[in-house]
């Protein structure tokens, strides 16, 4: 597609479910970065793939954070037992390289834990 | 550890009105500065990238500088409209470890017709 593509754009789940964001980035761009913006914060870094891999995890709050990619393209955030404070909206980018390129943003998935 | 700054958090302006929008950051080894706007409910798009080698980007009204040396940047918006409206923020993309941004926290912008 022509942008970065995020999914669902709104998510809201009970405590203790297991929930899963979806990434589709720009065709062609190895790099691929979440992000979480919760209310009145600024943006938090979660974990950077170059291609399939995760050289940089350093941002996963928890355990109960995971992510992956597949074929150099669409990945997954996945967040196993929520609790209230994981309630954020979940940003992916995309850029064609990974040290000087420009950052693309998805619309964001808004996750809301009760 | 590189903290990024913006000045003010927030500015309500007249429409027509040119203004100065500022991010200084703690440590002037980067790869880049990377200027965004943040529509509210949206994802962040993105304005202008500046390089470290460079001093200036241009995209019709708006302007954004670099002065690496004193940890500075500005972001110029002439003739604003009230479709200017947003939350504007910068980003550097540290040498340290280059595969993540770090952000200021914003300025909110209102332009009032």
């Known amino acids: 597609g022509a942008g970065v593509s995020q999914s669902p754009s709104n998510k809201v789940t009970e405590k203790g479910k297991d929930v899963e964001l979806r990434c589709d980035p720009i065709s062609g761009h190895t790099a691929l970065y979440w992000y979480r913006q919760s209310l009145g914060q600024g943006l938090e870094f979660l974990i950077y793939f170059q291609g399939n891999s995760a050289p940089d995890k350093s941002g996963l709050p928890s355990d109960r954070f995971s992510a992956e990619r597949t074929g150099g393209s669409v990945s997954t955030l996945t967040i196993q037992r929520t609790q209230q404070e994981d309630s954020a909206v979940y940003l992916c980018?995309?850029?064609?390289?990974?040290?000087?390129?420009?950052?693309?943003f998805g619309e964001g998935s808004r996750l809301t834990v009760l | 550890k590189q903290e990024v700054t913006q000045i003010p958090a927030a500015l309500s302006v007249p429409e027509g009105e040119n203004l100065v929008l500022n991010c200084s950051f703690t440590d002037s080894a980067i790869y880049n500065l990377q200027w965004f706007r943040q529509d509210p409910g949206k994802g962040l798009t993105s304005l202008l990238l500046i390089q470290s080698s460079q001093r200036e980007q241009t995209s019709g009204r708006l302007n954004a500088s670099l002065d690496k040396s004193s940890g500075r940047s500005t972001l110029y918006i002439a003739a604003s409209q009230p479709g200017d409206s947003a939350t504007y923020l910068c980003a550097v993309r540290p040498l340290e470890y280059g595969n993540k941004l770090v952000f200021g926290a914003g300025t909110i912008l209102r332009v009032k017709s």
């Open positions: 980018a995309s850029s064609s390289s990974a040290g000087r390129g420009e950052l693309f």
